[in-house]
């Protein structure tokens, strides 16, 4: 069993700030990591798959770094939005097992 | 138009009574996966399958069946539903390696 640690449990931040979270992981036997974006009433969507060490991805103001020798992943979003709001999820590829998600407010 | 459909959307049922949910895709994905949405746990995955007749246990397996007969279809089966078991069901499909898994519209299943 891989378990997939995600903090914070819930964000709230004001419209314009920028903000990150962590996706932590156990290193042995990585082969990807998926970040999603799930809104509430909606189905999870897929922002990156991520697999090799020190890869960064870009999506618009959301990116994502990656850390495979110490298990971990952050999630940044530059001058967030009203319409971030939303959970953020991370799977790892091995058994596509989700973390509880870090969910984000951000308030105009 | 491709893509992951499931069937019904919405359903209500009684404590004790086999429910059967569908979910199919037409891209041919090797994986598919049910999840439950659970309330401080996100998703959790119930079963899932490598390709057709390979299934295996996820985290909450228990009071569930699946099966996969063809590569498009993925059934879920709640043998005697449980309140418990009242939740958002999610579908999902991966092509295989390090590619993007792609989510069906979700069932909603309500158990009195």
Known sequence: ILNVEQSPQSLHVQEGDSTNFTCSFPSSNFYALHWYRWETAKSPEALFVMTLNGDEKKKGRISATLNTKEGYSYLYIKGSQPEDSATYLCALNNDMRFGAGTRLTVKP | ?112
């Open chain 2, 1 to 112: 138009d491709a893509g992951i459909t499931q069937s019904p959307r919405y359903k209500i049922t009684e404590t004790g009574r086999q429910v059967t949910l569908m979910c199919h895709q037409t891209w041919s994905h090797s994986y598919m996966f049910w999840y439950r949405q659970d309330l401080g746990h996100g998703l959790r995955l119930i079963y899932y399958s490598a390709a057709a007749d390979i299934t295996d246990k996820g985290e909450v397996p228990d009071g569930y069946v699946v099966s996969r007969s063809k590569t498009e279809n993925f059934p879920l089966t709640l043998e005697s539903a449980t309140r418990s078991q009242t939740s958002v069901y999610f579908c999902a499909t991966l092509r295989g390696g390090p590619y993007e898994q792609y989510f069906g519209p979700g069932t909603r299943l309500t158990v009195t």
